[in-house]
């Protein structure tokens, strides 16, 4: 179906995606795809066949994929689109760059991007899900992101084509992100660098950081934000319902809901998809019965589930 030798990246076969969550569960996609650069993607999605379905992949530190694996070409950027450029105020990283180096290198230049340095995605996940925290959003620094279509095409999209929204933003459905431009306050350099190392400080002291998870499980429930945006305060909340269904430290198999912060759901070692998602949906089952709250997932799950 599809030919390795027509492209300069490479291109494997039934590749577990395991190795590529940060969750470390997650059966095979039937084909993954690391395109060496813009022009050999290009050329990759003109020449797929339009019934191949793509998923896109990040560094997989919102996803749960489930044990049965994809049924879709996974594309994974990698050094051909991991460069970072800055001029005056504006940052221009190419959609593999992680966040955290994102913000250091616009720190450096006296430019304030530094919500970005505790979240431990790629530009490509933070603009496709909106990343944010601190009070500060991809959407409010997004001037431009730069997109192949699923026909191949370069094009150029304006914040106002992403229609962001709290964790999400519309992309052309088999569309890849390739590099976003965004546009940060100045600052002084090594204020800014203090300001990143305290949110860092901050983020160990309440966060399981060192463990397999995949940020915040659950979103707020609708209408329980004291504020009304749509920052930290939504994950306080529904750690607090989940306590209140008495979840905390739940297991199932080798999923845990952490003790440290029960909104975070973790891969103790042994766990697979299966566990995770399905903890997951007994502590929906648990919060519905307790308190009428209805959760909603904010980690994405994709892919089948293992056949029996
Ligand atoms: C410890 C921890 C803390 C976290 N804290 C936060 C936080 O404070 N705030 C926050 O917002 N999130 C947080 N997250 C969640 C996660 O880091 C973000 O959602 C991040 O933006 C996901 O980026 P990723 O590269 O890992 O994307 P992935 O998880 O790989 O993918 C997520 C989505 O983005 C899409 N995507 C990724 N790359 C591309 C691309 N190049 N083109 C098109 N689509 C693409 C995927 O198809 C998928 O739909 C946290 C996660 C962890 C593990």
């Excluded at 229609?163 to 350099?189: C, H, I, K, M, T």
Aim: glycine share 12%.
């Amino acid at each position: 179906m599809i030919n390795p030798t027509d492209v300069r990246g490479r291109l494997t076969q039934a590749r577990p995606l395991n190795d590529l969550t940060w969750l470390r569960v997650g059966g095979p996609a039937d084909y993954l795809f690391q395109p060496a650069d813009i022009e050999d993607l290009q050329g990759f999605l003109r020449d797929l066949p339009a019934e191949v379905s793509i998923f896109p992949m990040g560094v997989g530190s919102n996803l749960i994929v489930r044990d049965g694996g994809l049924r879709a070409v996974v594309i994974r950027l990698g050094r051909g689109f991991n460069g970072i450029a800055v001029d005056g105020n504006m940052v221009t990283a190419g959609a593999a760059a992680l966040d955290a180096h994102v913000a250091r290198k616009a720190a450096d230049a006296g430019v304030d991007l530094t919500f970005l340095r505790t979240i431990p995605g790629s530009i490509g996940g933070a603009v496709r899900m909106n990343a944010g925290c601190y009070g500060s959003y991809t959407a409010d620094v997004l001037r431009k992101a730069t997109i192949v279509t699923r026909q191949g095409e370069v094009v150029d999209l304006t914040p106002e084509d992403l229609n962001f929204r709290y964790r999400q933003s519309d992309l052309p459905e088999g569309a890849v992100l390739v590099s976003a431009a965004f546009e940060g306050a100045s600052g002084d350099p090594q204020d800014l660098h203090d300001r990143m190392k305290v949110q860092l400080q901050k983020r160990d002291e309440t966060q399981p950081t060192k463990d397999r998870s995949a940020g915040s499980t659950f979103r707020n429930p609708a209408g329980f934000s004291s504020t009304g945006r749509a920052d930290d305060v939504h994950d306080l909340k529904a750690w607090k319902v989940i306590d209140d269904a008495g979840m905390r430290g739940a297991t199932l198999g080798g999923a845990q809901m952490s003790r440290k912060h029960s909104n975070f759901l973790i891969n103790t070692g042994t766990a697979t998809a299966a566990d995770l998602e399905g903890l997951g949906e007994e502590v929906r089952k648990k919060v519905y019965e307790t308190s009428g709250i209805t959760l909603e997932w904010e980690i994405m799950r994709v892919g089948d589930p293992l056949k029996e």
